[in-house]
């Protein structure tokens, strides 16, 4: 979030004004070393959103494996991948006899011995839009790639995003990726940042904690704006993080949670609706554009920014 003051202010006014900024800035900014990340506009990540949910729409209303609407998704984020100077690749693959797809964005420089990956599941399940599970992450990892052009970032390391296909059936598009890499190539992975469900409308805010240097770069992010985090505890083995992990690639991410239900101590220290699902449209046909909440949107997408920033340095 960017704070500005319009127009011209004097006197007392100054003083007033300064500390409010001052106090709202520090309530709400992210730590110091994340001014090298910059703010990703959740108005943009929500746009994208949109977009899927149109896609959706017109497509038997699914992004599902195998469908029209997944391959729609897939060729709308790879249009504004390859607009914005990304080398994409597209792989394809055959799951439960439909063809599925992943696209893979390199940003081209940095160290291509020392990779970095970001990566989110573009498919829904058949019986809806999927916009939290998992357009969210979709939308806010490509935002950030956006980002890195926009603002021609040159990291020391290389970076490498990706959209993966039929995670739905079994992770079969980020397994079908990882098994196809060789000894070689899987050395030069420093470390998969997975983001599935970043988005729920009675969020919880969750790290993964698999490696520790990824942890705790997440939980300072968090740290930095003044948000308690809990450890992932339901989500081993269950995104596309597991087959980068089974691989003996450190991994990490951040989750807003699913049909598990909120405490009345979450609530507390969330807010939120405690006894209620985290995502009480989880694989159902009401996880629409409907089914984000804004505020955790927009703070998972700039931690998003944050691990990509810092661990790409
Ligand atoms: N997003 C769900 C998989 C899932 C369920 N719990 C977690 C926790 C952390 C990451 C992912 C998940 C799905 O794709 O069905
Ligand atoms: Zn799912
Ligand atoms: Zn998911």
């Known amino acids: 979030m960017k704070l500005s003051v319009p127009g011209r202010v004097t006197g007392a006014a100054v003083i007033a004004v300064a500390a409010l900024l001052t106090t709202s800035a520090i309530a709400d900014a992210a730590p110091a070393r994340a001014a090298a990340a910059p703010d990703i506009p959740v108005a943009n990540v929500k746009a994208h959103l949109t977009q899927l949910q149109s896609i959706a729409t017109a497509n038997g209303g699914n992004r599902a494996h195998g469908r029209a609407g997944y391959k729609a998704s897939l060729d709308y984020v790879k249009a504004k991948l390859d607009a914005a100077g990304f080398t994409t690749t597209i792989q394809q693959f055959t799951a439960s006899s439909r063809v599925g797809y992943n696209l893979i964005a390199d940003w081209p420089g940095g160290d291509a011995n020392q990779v970095v990956m970001a990566g989110s599941h573009l498919d829904s399940v058949t019986s809806g839009a999927g916009i939290n599970d998992n357009g969210s992450g979709s939308a806010a990892l490509l935002e950030a790639a956006l980002t890195v ?25 980020s397994r079908n990726y990882v098994n196809g890499l060789t000894t070689a190539n899987r050395a030069k992975i420093s470390g998969y940042l997975n983001f599935d469900m970043i988005g ?11 490696d520790p240097a990824i942890e705790k770069t997440l939980k300072d992010f968090y740290a930095g704006i003044g948000v308690a985090t809990e450890i992932e505890t339901e989500g081993d083995g269950r995104s596309d ?60 997408s700039d931690a998003l920014a944050y691990a990509v920033w810092e661990l790409s340095d």
């Open 149 to 173: 052009s926009r603002t021609q970032y040159q990291p020391t390391k290389h970076l490498r995003f990706a959209w993966w296909g039929a995670e739905e059936l079994g992770m079969v598009g």
């Open 200 to 210: 729920s409308p009675n969020p919880g805010y969750f790290v993964y904690d698999d």
């Open 241 to 300: 993080h597991a087959p980068f992990k089974s691989a003996g690639i450190p991994v990490g991410g951040v989750f807003t949670g699913a049909s598990s239900t909120k405490s009345a101590a979450q609530a507390a220290k969330w807010g939120g609706t405690a006894g209620q699902s985290f995502d009480r449209c989880y694989h159902s046909s009401c996880d629409t554009t409907s089914n984000i909440n804004d505020t955790a949107l927009n703070r998972n």
